[in-house]
Structure formats: structure tokens, C-alpha cells
Nanobody, 122 residues
Framework: QVQLVESGGGLVQAGGSLRLSCTAS????????MAWFRQAPGKERAFVAS????????YYADSVKGRFTISRDNAKNTVYLQMNSLKPDDTGVYYC???????????????WGQGTQVTVSS
């Protein structure tokens, strides 16, 4: 069983930055893809970014391209999401996920964190 723990959420003004972290409990992290999804109130969970296990391939939702950067440190079993130029539309609960492939579909990820709240004020 892989356990994922997110941190780094909070309240920030529009235009500001936050860095989210997600640490996995097992070494299987290093051979699996990792991703970030977010869920705004009243909306479905949506893909934000993913990174393949070798760290060479990253994928982003169009809405965050050029503003967010996903990265990973396999030695620390940790994946990061650097979020810059934040907008009120970025508000939501951010979840990290672990799966075999770096896809954009939530159903392809087997393990999920508990989520961390990000609130961007206008």
C-alpha cells in the first residue's frame, strides 16, 4: 500500500506563488508516474500535471501551462508542484496521485493523497 501525504497549500493573492509537495511512503514511488489533480467546489476532479517515473516526460493541462511546473525527487519519494501567477480559478483541493503511467485520467491512478486546499483571492 502506497500512502501519499500532500502539504504546502494555503491562501494566496492572485499573482502569487505556492509550492505543493507530496511524499510517498514506499520506494515503489520511484518507478511509478505521479500526478496532480484538483477539484473546485461543485466541479469534478480535473487533471493538472503529471510526470513519468524517469522524470523525463511531463504533461500539463492547458489552463496551467507556462505557470505550473511539476518535478520529482526520487531519493526523497517526493513530487512537487510549483505554482506561479496564480489565479482565482486555480482555487480548489489539490490531490497527488500515483500510478503506472503518466496519463491525464484519474481512473489510471491507484493511490491518492488526502488533498490540500489552495485558495487564490482576487
Amino acid at each position: 500500500q502506497v500512502q501519499l501525504v500532500e502539504s504546502g497549500g494555503g491562501l494566496v493573492q492572485a499573482g502569487g506563488s505556492l509550492r505543493l509537495s507530496c511524499t510517498a511512503s514506499k520506494r515503489t514511488f520511484s518507478t511509478n508516474a505521479m500526478a496532480w489533480f484538483r477539484q473546485a467546489p461543485g466541479k469534478e476532479r480535473a487533471f493538472v500535471a503529471s510526470i513519468s517515473w524517469i522524470g523525463g516526460s511531463t504533461y500539463y493541462a492547458d489552463s496551467v501551462k507556462g505557470r505550473f511546473t511539476i518535478s520529482r525527487d526520487n531519493a526523497k519519494n517526493t513530487v512537487y508542484l510549483q505554482m506561479n501567477s496564480l489565479k482565482p480559478d486555480d482555487t480548489g483541493v489539490y490531490y497527488c496521485a500515483n500510478g503506472a503511467l503518466a496519463t491525464v485520467q484519474a481512473r489510471d491512478y491507484n493511490y491518492w493523497g488526502q488533498g490540500t486546499q489552495v485558495t487564490v483571492s482576487s
